[in-house]
Every structure is written in C-alpha cells, then in structure tokens.
Nanobody
Framework: QVQLVESGGGLVQAGGSLRLSCVAS????????MGWFRQAPGKEREFVAG????????NYADSVKGRFTISRDNAKNTVYLQMNSLKPEDTAVYYC???????????????WGQGTQVTVSS
C-alpha cells in the first residue's frame, strides 16, 4: 500500500508560479512511476506529467510543456510539480498518483492522493 498526500496548492495570479509536493508513505516509493493529473470543474481528469523511477525520463501534456517541471526525490519519498507561467485554464484540482510502470492513463494508476486545489486568477 502507498498513501499519497499532496500540498502546495493555492490561489495565484496569471503568470505566477506554484510548486506542488506529494509525499508518499512506505519504503517502496522508488519503485513507482509517478504521475500528476488534474481535473477542472465539468471536465474529465487529464494527465499532466509523469516521471519514471530514477528520474531519468519525464513526459508532459502538450498544454504544460515548457511551463511545468516534474521531479522527484526518492530519499524524501516526494514528487514535485513546479508550475510556472500559470494560466487561468490551469485552474483545477491536482492529484498525484502512483503505479509500477509508465502510463498517461489515469485508470491504470493504483494509488491516488486526495488532491490539492490550484486556482489561477486572470
């Protein structure tokens, strides 16, 4: 079992930055591929970014490429999402999730956090 707890959300003006954190319980964090997803009101959940076990490979949704950066610290059981140049359309609840292998499909993830709200004002 892995428990995930996100933090770092909040209200920010367009063009601003936020860094989300997701802390995982357990000793097996380094064996999981980690992903960030988001869900805006009335919209489906969408993949935002993912990072493999060793941080050697990352992937991003086209909508956030060049603005968001995913990273992880296996010693701290933590995955981060640095979000720069935020836009109002980035407003959503952001979730971190874990699974053993790479995927951009939310229904393939085994563990989820409770989510953290990000609101970007224009």
């Amino acid at each position: 079992q892995v428990q995930l707890v996100e933090s770092g959300g909040g209200l920010v003006q367009a063009g601003g930055s936020l860094r989300l954190s997701c802390v995982a319980s357990g000793r097996t964090f380094s064996t999981y591929f980690m992903g960030w997803f988001r869900q805006a009101p009335g919209k489906e959940r969408e993949f935002v970014a993912g990072i493999n076990r060793s941080s050697g490979s990352t992937n991003y949704a086209d909508s956030v490429k060049g603005r968001f950066t995913i990273s992880r610290d296996n010693a701290k059981n933590t995955v981060y999402l640095q979000m720069n140049s935020l836009k109002p359309e980035d407003t959503a609840v952001y979730y971190c999730a874990a699974r053993p292998f790479t995927s951009t499909r939310g229904n393939e993830y085994d563990y989820w956090g409770q989510g953290t709200q990000v609101t970007v004002s224009s």
